[in-house]
């Protein structure tokens, strides 16, 4: 069978970048005063920085209905029989389920994987699924790998910034107000246990005590100095600088990257917000940044 490996922007990374890997990449959308842009292609990554230190009010979606149908069409032209997927997860977007229903369209097989959440694990899940199927290996054993790999994933974001979440219509004004008022530091988490969804894992009053926490977190569930661990920040880059050399201190040998947190999330929780994504790669190398000026520790 010849098989279309297909992701979105909620990876991080460029259709450009994906195309160089032979992997084919569809934006997400963000609206902006009412017009939507594709992300990395109408509008950079600045720009959304740009927005929110103005409080300009974005939105994020799934990629376009007619660019997904036209992206499908056009595989089925070049003679591929069907998609195999790995999107931003199903609890922040529609889209798995969108390109499920053009495969169908199209008479495609279509094999999706929810990675249960975005960025770095979303991508290293792309990457890994076309190495082991052209290495010879069934749809079943990628499946039952990357599935490995996301079980061992947890993603967990600190906001500083509740007046934005309550401006997105994510916090009511009584509880942004009380959590301004009292210092409150949400600690946020997306996991296979969460179903891809954002659910409140604790809430502490300062921030070191909030990286406190998510370091014996990870303890706790088992994280190993191997894992593949990644510090994502909006716009804070010194903060995120001392938060991976915590992270560095409690799990010696570990190695740290920073990297920008993804739109798609971060037009969500607002500027200075930090995000630590951890997971066994299972043997399969990270190396989806292998080629970029990423800061690492």
């Known amino acids: 069978m010849k098989l279309a490996f297909v992701t979105d922007s909620g990876t991080g990374f460029s259709q450009e970048f994906w195309k160089k890997r ?8 963000i609206t902006v005063e009412g017009k939507s842009y594709d992300e990395f292609e109408d509008i950079p990554y600045s720009q959304v920085i740009k927005n929110l230190h103005s409080q300009t009010m974005m939105k994020t979606s799934l990629p376009s209905l007619g660019k997904i149908e036209d992206l499908f069409e056009e595989l089925k032209k070049q003679g591929y029989d069907g998609i195999f997927a790995v999107s931003i ?3 922040l977007s529609g889209t798995m389920d969108a390109m499920e229903s053009a495969a169908n369209q199209h008479d495609m097989a279509f094999y999706g994987f929810d990675c249960s959440a975005t960025a770095v694990i979303q991508a290293h899940c792309i990457i890994t ?3 082991m199927y052209e290495a010879g ?4 054993e990628i499946m039952e790998q990357l599935e ?3 079980k061992s994933c947890d993603t967990i974001l ?6 934005h979440m309550k401006r997105g219509g994510r916090l009511t004004a009584t509880a942004a107000a009380l959590g301004g008022l009292l210092k409150i530091k949400p600690l946020l988490h997306v996991d296979e246990s969460t179903k891809g969804r954002v659910d409140v894992l604790d809430k502490v009053r300062t921030m070191s005590r909030a990286q406190d926490k998510v370091i014996e977190r990870m303890k706790n569930i088992g994280v190993k100095p191997d894992y593949d661990f990644t510090v994502a920040h909006v716009d804070c880059f010194e ?4 938060y991976a050399q915590k992270i560095k201190n409690a799990f010696p040998g570990a190695v740290v990257r920073i990297i920008d947190l993804v ?3 971060g037009i969500h929780t607002g500027l200075n917000c930090m995000a630590v994504q951890v997971f066994n790669p299972e043997g399969y190398p990270v190396d989806v940044y292998a080629d970029s000026d990423v800061f690492t520790m």
């Open 22 to 29: 032979g992997i084919f990449s569809l934006p997400l959308q």
């Open 89 to 91: 997860c199903r609890g």
């Open 129 to 131: 699924a076309k190495k």
């Open 137 to 140: 290996k069934s749809i079943d």
């Open 148 to 150: 490995r790999i996301a």
């Open 158 to 163: 600190l906001c500083d910034d509740l007046q």
């Open 239 to 242: 903060a995120a600088k001392a």
């Open 263 to 265: 739109s798609a999330v």
